[in-house]
């Protein structure tokens, strides 16, 4: 939204920690399946961690290809004037998301999770809009 160089030159860097990441919860669920050998809760908040490591390193694919975008054009800004407001929305949205989803995560508060559908449908709102 705003051209800034170096937090889009941070982004392409972080993706292979991100990577890396991912990788090792990928490597640990094994290891956590056998020794441990979860049931009910356990095992589904293990199998959540393994689409939650996935989602996110897409995530950071995505912002990648954002920032790159943001590199070839810079000095430019990428998003079209007409659009700042909706892509803010939208932004903003998905901030809370991510948020929102650390919150539950480690509380596992059931209203939050599902406030998130909410804060969901506001994306994809920001999206048709678009």
Known sequence: LNGDRAAAETVVRGDA??????????AAIP????RLQPVAGDLRLVLCAMRIAGDLERMGDLAVHIAEV??????????PEPAVDVMTA????AARIADKTSVVLSTRDQLDAM????????????????
């Not at 939208?90 to 949205?93: C, G, L, P, Y």
């Not at 406030?115 to 999206?127: I, K, P, S």
């Open 17 to 26: 920690v991100l990577n890396g990441m991912r990788d090792d919860v990928h």
């Open 70 to 79: 943001a590199l070839m054009r810079h000095p430019v800004t990428v998003v």
């Open 31 to 34: 290891q956590l399946l056998v």
């Open 90 to 93: 939208m932004a903003d949205a």
């Open 115 to 130: 406030q998130l559908g909410l804060d969901d449908d506001e994306v994809d709102a920001a999206q048709a809009r678009l």
